[in-house]
């Protein structure tokens, strides 16, 4: 038994079946190079037969990729089969999924048919896909509620018809962890050829067990994990690819099994299936949750700052997230707030720390959170009479029809230095222009605009975070013009660089 995994990613056909969250060929093609990025093995395209758009998708699909098997499914007819081989022409490596329900409610009331005639139909299938293609994987529908006996004679027909890869579907997410593992455990142990075979898991999270399930499949020998992006698929969605691949890496020691998974690309094609199927990931999901790495507790916090391990069973960085998050809330401690305000710059002794901690416990029982421009106005305008960069003068030219212009002149140390800059906004024409005389190579990570006030009149604060030389800063700033308040953030950000020639 081999100690890899194959991931089949079956974002772009059961992930899309999500309603309202249909993607068109260029969007799929974007998600398959990014899931070809990622290290999956097995991309699932499309179903071909259902609609053009799914044909032409598995076309581009299989011209778009190179290394990963691209798959396209079918039923247990002969029309399908002819169809998804078509599609596939163009594949490096394509397989044809196929297939038919095999539960006594699938047989009897879905199919008008009776356990026989399923099994001979399902033979037909895998030999007239084969005629097409080599890789051949048959699924058993509902093999979740299907019973054990009878799933055996269907896996071990498919398997004398040439199936290369038995798919094994809780397709209903029904079965309890304990039964699916065993029911993986009786085909291993029952079935003539199944080692000579892959055995998937397909899980689906109607009552919360889908990773669950497809562990246990793992655990009992199945070495193919059918899984979404962030889990998402037809109603509570899919087996999480994030989480069967972390499970497995935080827990080698005890599983003892690889995939070919770059995990520091989770998170990043976790934001991009999110934002191209308009889906958003809930905070709390696993992995990619927003708050899946963050910490609001005082204990905790505490705790995470003295040794991230005391709360933290994986390093944020192994999915692609830079660090952890403090979150400040009323249950926030003093590690917490003095960290925080030592990431954003400012150095206080303990008479003052303590001060702002007391304004700042009253302000969190006001405020769900406290940001980082809360904390800059707490600690207050003090540090900005020291800063050795200040802004002097600014002016902005743009329009519709105009090319944004920006002239900025600073005081550095009291000496004064001009610059003028296009871009492709006036803030961005306003930065380039700052950044003509302070002469670093900084990069603009984040940049957050958020209303004081309300009406034409509001006072804008901005938040920027800069990367210099791999170290993060932050900047505030705030003004009735946005641009304005936009330089000073970065000002303010730069001012807490390290001091070298401007």
Not at 46 to 52: A, K, L
Not at 298 to 323: S, T
Not at 425 to 436: C, F, H, L, N, T
Request: charged share 25%; net charge negative; proline share 3%.
């Amino acid at each position: 038994m081999s100690d890899k995994l194959y991931i089949f990613d079956t974002t772009l056909r059961d992930g899309e079946q999500v309603p309202g969250c249909q993607l068109n060929t260029i969007e799929k093609i974007e998600v398959a190079k990014a899931l070809e990025e990622l290290g999956v093995d097995i991309i699932e395209a499309g179903f071909p037969i259902s609609s053009p758009g799914d044909f032409e998708s598995v076309v581009e699909i299989s011209k778009a990729v190179t290394w990963p098997t691209i798959c396209a499914l079918t039923r247990a007819v002969q029309k399908d089969i002819d169809v998804a081989a078509e599609a596939l022409k163009f594949a490096k490596r394509g397989r044809i999924h196929t297939g038919i329900g095999t539960s006594h409610f699938h047989i009897h009331y879905k199919l008008n048919s009776n356990p026989e005639a399923i099994i001979e139909r399902a033979i037909e299938a895998v030999k007239y896909a084969k005629r097409y293609v080599e890789d051949v994987e048959f699924y058993a529908e509902d093999a979740g509620r299907t019973e054990n006996e009878y799933l055996a004679r269907v896996v071990e027909a498919v398997i004398k018809a040439g199936a290369t890869v038995i798919n094994i579907p809780d397709t209903t997410g029904y079965t309890l962890p304990f039964e699916f593992g065993e029911k993986i455990k009786y085909l291993f142990d029952n079935v003539k050829g199944i080692h000579n075979v892959v055995v998937a898991t397909h899980c689906h999270n109607d009552l919360g067990m889908a990773t669950a399930n497809t562990i246990a499949g793992i655990m009992n020998g199945a070495r193919q994990a059918e899984v979404t992006i962030n889990g998402i698929g037809e109603r509570a969605g899919n087996t999480s690819l994030e989480e069967v691949v972390m499970i497995l890496k935080s827990r080698y020691q005890v599983l003892g099994i690889d995939t070919n998974i770059n995990t520091q690309n989770i998170y990043r094609t976790s934001r991009l299936v999110s934002n191209l199927m308009n889906m958003p990931v809930q905070p709390n999901k696993a992995i990619v949750g927003r708050n899946a790495f963050a910490h609001s507790s005082g204990i905790h916090q505490d705790g995470v700052l003295k040794n991230r391990e005391n709360y933290e069973i994986m390093d944020p960085k192994d999915v692609g997230i830079n660090e952890s998050s403090i979150l400040l809330t009323a249950r926030s401690g003093r590690a917490a707030l003095k960290h925080r305000l030592e990431l954003l710059g400012f150095k206080l002794d303990k008479d003052k720390l303590d001060k702002v901690y007391d304004e700042f416990l009253k302000l969190a029982d006001k405020k769900k959170e406290i940001r980082d421009d809360d904390i800059a106005l707490l600690v207050g305008d003090a540090t900005k009479q020291e800063r050795r960069i200040k802004l002097d003068f600014l002016q902005v030219v743009s329009g519709k029809k105009l090319i944004p212009m920006a002239t900025v002149r600073l005081d550095i140390a009291g000496e004064k230095f001009d610059a003028t800059a296009s871009g492709n906004g006036p803030v961005d024409a306003a930065i380039k222009a700052v950044k003509q005389i302070i002469h670093r190579q900084v990069v603009l990570d984040e940049f957050l605009i958020q209303a004081i006030t309300r009406g034409s009149d509001d006072v804008g604060k901005v938040h920027m975070q800069v990367d210099y030389e791999g170290n993060i800063f932050h900047g505030f700033g705030a003004n009735t013009d946005i641009i304005t308040a936009s330089v000073e953030a970065f000002l303010d950000a730069i001012n807490k660089l390290p001091v070298g020639n401007n």
